[in-house]
């Protein structure tokens, strides 16, 4: 977890599956159900920004071909 995301935290009772949520603890090597939850609301979140970042590459938003070791030297292009 994160710093910024421990400092706001809140309590929230909702229902959940049972062997979703059993598996989720054994494929995180957790023993609690509330940090199974954290995890994967985690990586979902992670997914989702590494999917953005891969649909701004394909619409050329990131220009992959800059390199800021070499921009501004006289050799840059």
């Known amino acids: ?3 910024e ?3 706001r935290l809140s309590r929230t009772v909702i229902d959940l599956d049972d062997g ?3 598996e989720l603890m054994r494929l995180y ?3 609690t159900k509330a940090a199974a939850v954290r995890r ?3 990586e979902t979140v992670k997914l989702h920004r590494r999917l953005e ?3 701004a590459i ?3 938003a990131v220009d992959l071909t800059y390199d800021a070791r070499t ?3 006289p050799d840059a292009a």
Do not use: I
């Open 5 to 7: 995301s421990e400092a």
């Open 71 to 73: 921009a501004g030297t």
């Open 53 to 55: 970042f891969m649909d």
């Open 58 to 60: 394909d619409g050329g």
């Open 40 to 42: 994967a609301m985690e």
């Open 1 to 3: 977890m994160t710093l």
């Open 29 to 31: 090597n957790v023993k």
């Open 20 to 22: 979703t949520t059993e």
